[in-house]
Nanobody, 115 residues
Framework: QVRLVESGGGLVQAGGSLRLSCAAS????????MGWYRQVPGKQREMVAQ???????NYADSVKGRFTISRDNGKSGVHLQMNSLKPEDTAVYYC?????????WGQGTQVTVSS
């Protein structure tokens, strides 16, 4: 079973940058896609960015042009470079692996953007 551990969250001022990382361990095989999601209290978890096994990327409209998803060559890690951060980006960010249709989640990392 895949285990995911996120890192890199924290407090940053609006306009600043953060880089989130997700390290995977365990039985890493047949990964269809890797992604980042975020959630604020009282709202549904939403997709932020995703990268498929073929390298195609997909972004939420709200982060296009500001966030960039990338993965390690060995596909054992995925990263999210977040630039020009806004207060509305404040959320808990979760790493996700789609392993043959089984979604695996990390524990989440808090990102707080102050105005």
């Amino acid at each position: 079973q895949v285990r995911l551990v996120e890192s890199g969250g924290g407090l940053v001022q609006a306009g600043g940058s953060l880089r989130l990382s997700c390290a995977a361990s365990g039985s890493i095989f047949s990964i269809n896609a890797m992604g980042w999601y975020r959630q604020v209290p009282g709202k549904q978890r939403e997709m932020v960015a995703q990268i498929t096994s073929g390298g195609n990327t997909n972004y939420a409209d709200s982060v296009k042009g500001r966030f960039t998803i990338s993965r390690d060559n060995g596909k054992s890690g995925v990263h999210l470079q977040m630039n020009s951060l806004k207060p509305e980006d404040t959320a808990v960010y979760y790493c996700n692996f789609d392993q043959r249709g089984l979604w695996v989640w990390g524990q989440g990392t808090q990102v707080t953007v102050s105005s």
